[in-house]
């Protein structure tokens, strides 16, 4: 068996450890959308854009207007506890109606003549709460006028209460606010809607988002459990919107809210279809497993819409904003982030901490490559690195990206970083006798991973902090808890080595047999 043999098993039995889980979700950015205009569009937007959209937009301003004064009318005298507690009833919820009038006609002028209902509404007996998905844009909110202004409700975001006028008509629905900052806003909501969802309560049915913010409809991101904790029969819904081109979607990285508006007042109709699925009734286990229900709920919505499902959530997109502010792409922040808490048992404050630290190695590309790697660990490129860039490499693109990046440190790094390790590759490098010398360290990482003598040097001045010309155990397990790919460097190293002079034993054993 050669060495190149050896080196192949090691990387077939690294590839098959990862081939199992964690591999990459079928639409890696579900938080991008590109809008591609023909010439023909850019025609269109430019004549629109000076006669009928003008126009639609002064209209659809005066009538916000008279809605805001009739939903003031509305919530007149009322407490902000009185609204989160009871259901407006009498006048107050007669007023409703013609804020949904006004409402419709206003989503007409935005160029939403007819909207296509398919399937049957349940009624408030069947079901207390609709799934709505997938989430792409702030004209999702014509499902409200769809479903009836004056009997349904929303789960919103806390700051959609405090926008200048539009704050107001979001009050009038009585919303379950949700604060994405507030550690104890999810515990607060689930108890919300499971109390206003219970049979013979006096509210009206609740209509949810489940993911929680807007993706690209390339796929159904992970589902929220909160409307799944009552554990009573849900509605789902899907939202076809079929104009093109899809000025409509409004996510992460794209086109901002005002260039969306516009793009879609230039259009001169929006096509959506509204699709009621059949009355979604959880089993006993689902009952019991609010994320099982909501996965399942899921499925049933994305086979309709005939789009894949990933493990994408909120937590990547505030991933992707940090990565921005530190000089990364964007996307470069994407971990599908539910399924490395659920597989990893990772929380969003240790994915966050490795962030500065990726982008440290990975400079503004947003992502690293083997001569990153190389120069982040101040080694020549050598088989043992090579064999640890690999394990890091999942897809085998050449590059790690940060989710990979992520799982690397998490499954390659840090169970490598333990104290048997550290201790043979101190012993390795000269430390049997309780340190390593300057020139021991040099000796071995010269002849081992063919390093230059200023290199090999200069990485002695790191690890001896203090100084001293002398590496103690403890300051070089300092060194390895900082960049645990040493320790992963060092084990695999010594794996090649005992590859290598298996092989070469082999070959005496050969040689004696032969001349026998």
Excluded at 39 to 59: E, H
């Amino acid at each position: 068996m050669s060495s190149a043999v050896a080196s192949g098993n090691l990387r077939l039995r690294h590839s098959l450890q990862r081939a199992s889980s964690l591999i990459h979700p079928e639409v890696r950015n579900p938080f991008v959308h590109q809008l591609n205009l023909t010439t023909f569009d850019k025609m269109r937007i430019a004549i629109m854009s000076v006669t009928i959209a003008p126009v639609r937009l002064i209209l659809v301003m005066l009538i916000l207007l008279l809605d805001c004064v009739i939903a003031k009318i509305a919530l007149g005298g009322l407490t902000e506890q009185q609204l989160a507690t009871k259901p407006m009833k009498g006048w107050r919820r007669m007023l409703l109606y013609p804020l949904w009038l006004l409402g419709r006609f206003q989503f007409f002028l935005m160029g939403f003549h007819y909207i296509s209902v398919k399937g049957k509404k349940a009624t408030c007996e069947e079901v207390p709460i609709f799934i709505i998905a997938p989430h792409t844009t702030f004209f999702d909110a014509i499902i409200v006028f769809v479903l009836g202004l004056e009997s349904s409700s929303v789960v919103s975001r806390e700051e959609n209460g405090k926008a200048p006028l539009f704050g107001i008509l979001v009050r009038a629905l009585q919303p379950v606010f949700v604060s994405r900052t507030d550690p104890h806003s999810r515990q607060n909501t689930v108890r919300e809607i499971i109390r206003r969802s219970q049979p013979g309560s006096e509210w009206p049915q609740i209509l949810i988002f489940p993911e929680g913010t807007c993706a690209n409809r390339t796929c159904l991101i992970s589902f929220k459990p909160g409307a799944f904790y009552p554990g009573l029969p849900v509605q789902p819904v899907a939202l076809h919107y079929k104009t093109k081109p899809d000025t409509v979607i409004w996510t992460w990285e794209g086109p901002n809210a005002l260039t969306c508006l516009w793009l879609t007042f230039c259009n001169w109709n929006n096509e959506l279809e509204v699709e009621f699925l059949p009355v979604y009734k959880p089993n006993d286990e689902e009952k019991k497993d609010a994320k099982l229900f909501a996965r399942n709920v899921r499925d049933v919505i994305a086979k309709a819409m005939d789009i894949p499902v990933t493990d994408h959530t909120f937590e990547d997109c505030r991933l992707m904003m940090e990565a921005s502010k530190i000089g990364l792409p964007m996307e470069a922040g994407i971990v599908e982030f539910h399924k490395i808490m659920v597989k990893l048992g990772l929380k969003l404050s240790d994915v966050q901490e490795q962030l500065p630290k990726y982008a440290e190695i990975a400079k503004s590309k947003g992502y690293i490559s083997i001569e990153d790697f190389a120069e982040y660990l101040k080694l020549p490129i050598s088989p043992a690195l090579e064999e640890v860039f690999a394990m890091y490499d999942r897809d085998g693109s050449g590059n790690i990206d940060f989710r990979e990046y992520v799982i690397g440190c998490s499954l390659v790094a840090k169970p490598a970083s333990n104290e048997k390790t550290l201790t043979l590759a101190f012993k390795l490098f000269g430390g049997e006798k309780g340190y390593i010398t300057k020139e021991e360290l040099v000796q071995i990482l010269e002849s081992s991973f063919t390093m230059a003598d200023n290199e090999a040097e200069e990485l002695f001045n790191q690890v001896d902090e203090a100084k001293s010309g002398e590496i103690t155990f403890d300051q070089f397990k300092a060194f390895a808890d900082k960049k645990p790919e040493y320790a992963t460097l060092f084990k695999t190293f010594q794996e090649l080595s005992e590859a290598e002079s298996y092989q070469e034993q082999g070959n005496l054993n050969f040689d004696k047999d032969k001349n026998d």
